[in-house]
């Protein structure tokens, strides 16, 4: 199986992105994040702390997290309910922040996501994808921007949705996840050794979609090569 795992933070341009390199190469499209915002909007609506470690693990039990897939786009099923538009509300980015520091979380989705990769072609994003999910992926990335930058994407996305935002107010919020979410013990964001690092900071959406294509293609056309070689030998 192949499988590619895109990591970096929050506002990189990874969903898009990866939703679309997965679509052009064949590939299943997973956003790990997603699975972590369910977590974060179940316990915001249950009334709990989301930064309580205990509070939140106590909910785990009665949370039934499902990813579906139709015309080959991802929805998340939380309890049946499809929480795909719900889950992408500002606070609930901050609230899955805080619930994926939790050891207990992580531990709850990990063996779901490393199975998917046991039985599809895929490409899997978040941030510790290359580093604890597939160690041993075919392909590692690490998708990086300046804060500036990401600040700057994030507000016109938000503008175009026609939420009025601040540029200070979505850097800060920016600059606060990625404290968050690198220095958290387990599971931190950071980049696997063996990761390519891409930075678009200076790259509009067509060319890093580019970059990505190529540096993607090249990877996988060396490790069938090796994999051929393997055999004939
Ligand atoms: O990629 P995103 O913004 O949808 O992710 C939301 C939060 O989930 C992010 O702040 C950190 C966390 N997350 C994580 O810890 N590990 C992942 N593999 C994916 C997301």
Not at 139 to 150: G, H, W
Not at 174 to 193: F, G, M, N, S, V
Not at 210 to 224: D, M, W
Request: one cysteine or more; a neutral charge.
């Amino acid at each position: 199986m192949i499988s590619v795992a895109i990591d970096g933070p929050s506002g990189a341009g990874k969903s898009s992105l990866a939703k679309r390199l997965a679509k052009e190469l064949g590939y299943l499209y997973v956003d790990t994040g997603a699975m972590y915002r369910a977590i974060g909007l179940y316990a915001k609506r249950a009334g709990a702390d989301t930064k309580n470690a205990a509070a939140v693990e106590a909910l785990l039990p009665s949370i039934r997290l499902e990813l579906k897939y139709v015309d080959g786009a991802q929805r998340v099923l939380l309890c049946g309910e499809d929480v795909s538009e719900a889950i992408r509300a500002e606070a609930i980015g901050m609230a899955a922040s805080d619930v994926s520091a939790h050891p207990a979380v992580r531990a709850f989705l990990l063996d779901a996501q490393r199975n998917m990769a046991l039985t599809h072609d895929l490409l899997m994003d978040g941030r510790d994808i290359g580093t604890v999910i597939l160690p041993n992926a075919t392909v590692k990335i690490f998708l990086t921007a300046s804060p500036e930058a990401r600040a700057k994407r994030r507000m016109l996305e938000l503008r175009q949705k026609g939420q009025p935002a601040d540029y200070e107010t979505v850097l800060e919020d920016i600059r606060q996840r990625d404290w968050q979410d690198t220095h958290r013990e387990t599971a931190p964001l950071k980049q696997a050794e063996d990761a390519v690092l891409v930075d678009t900071s200076e790259l509009d959406l067509e060319e890093s979609f580019a970059a990505l294509k190529s540096l993607i293609l090249s990877r996988v056309g060396q490790e069938k090569e090796k994999a051929r070689r393997a055999e004939v030998r």
